[in-house]
């Protein structure tokens, strides 16, 4: 775990169609030993809000793979306004394997997280497209980060993801627009040595 404390991950999410292959047990081991290293776990009904430079922001994980997304989606965004969040993320594992582009569910879902207050969405698989809903960044899909399922997968293409929110008086009030950078999910084009 320490090589994503040094990396200055501060959270990850649980919520993608592989959380359960170990089973149960699996999941909440890795959940505790995720919380154990100091990297905020969440993801499915697991929405934690972090207190980060004194605001606190909710942490949404969604895993549309599995069906029920929009009921959960609401509950949790429900449940991380209730615990006082004033900036709310939103991360979805959802979309079609290899398919570059959003399709009509990840849209809705896109809409239906801003509608009930997400200030950020965003999502992983294959890169896919960035569009503005009400000025909420929506990043459909960032890439695999960091992925261990394939020795050579054809597409190695990642993005990292950074924005910058300023607020006043403890409310949001703007940002400066997000910056996108390139990354591979290995340091070499030739085969995946998994050090993106």
Not at 79 to 98: Q, S
Request: hydrophobic content about 35%; overall charge negative; proline content about 4%.
């Amino acid at each position: 775990m320490r090589v994503l404390t040094e990396g200055s991950v501060e959270a990850a999410t649980l919520a993608n169609n592989h959380s359960y292959d170990y089973g149960n047990e699996g999941y909440w081991d890795t959940f505790g030993t995720l919380g154990k290293a100091g990297v905020m776990p969440f993801g499915y009904e697991e929405s934690p809000v972090m207190l980060i430079k004194g605001i606190p922001v909710g942490l949404i994980g969604i895993n549309d793979l599995t069906g029920g997304a929009e009921t959960q989606l609401i509950a949790e965004l429900e449940k991380v306004k209730r615990k006082g969040a004033r900036l709310i993320i939103c991360y979805f594992h959802w979309g079609t394997e290899l398919e570059p582009y959003a399709d009509e569910n990840q849209r809705d879902l896109a809409h239906l997280a801003i509608d009930h207050g997400a200030h950020l969405v965003l999502g992983a698989h294959r890169l896919q497209g960035i569009a503005y809903i009400e000025d909420v960044p929506v990043l459909y899909s960032l890439g695999n980060f960091c992925f261990g399922g394939n020795s050579n997968p054809r597409d190695k293409d990642a993005l990292i993801y950074q924005e910058r929110f300023a607020f006043e008086d403890g409310y949001l009030h703007g940002s400066d627009g997000g910056t996108l950078i390139a990354c591979r999910i290995s340091s070499t084009p030739y085969y995946n040595d998994y050090r993106p």
